[in-house]
């Protein structure tokens, strides 16, 4: 049986912090790079492949229950 990796709460709200922040934005059809460099990396100081691993994680999560509140940017 393979071992899981046990992620936090925390790591779950950047998760949910950052994919709101990220659609909010690309619905304004800015490039990827832009949303992180404008909004993503001054709140939270991570790199551009952090931003897409964090999108990654936030598709492979169940975040059924934090979805449903919503965050407003």
Do not use: C
């Not at 992180?36 to 991570?46: C, H, N, S, T």
């Amino acid at each position: 049986m393979m071992k899981q990796k046990l992620k936090g709460n925390s790591y779950k709200q950047r998760v949910i912090e950052v994919t709101a922040i990220f659609d909010a934005h690309a619905r304004e059809h800015l490039t990827n790079r832009e949303i992180w460099r404008q909004y993503l990396y001054p709140v939270y100081g991570f790199s551009e492949r952090t931003m897409y691993n964090l999108l990654k994680a936030g598709s492979y999560m169940d975040f059924k229950e934090e979805n449903n509140a919503k965050i407003e940017y």
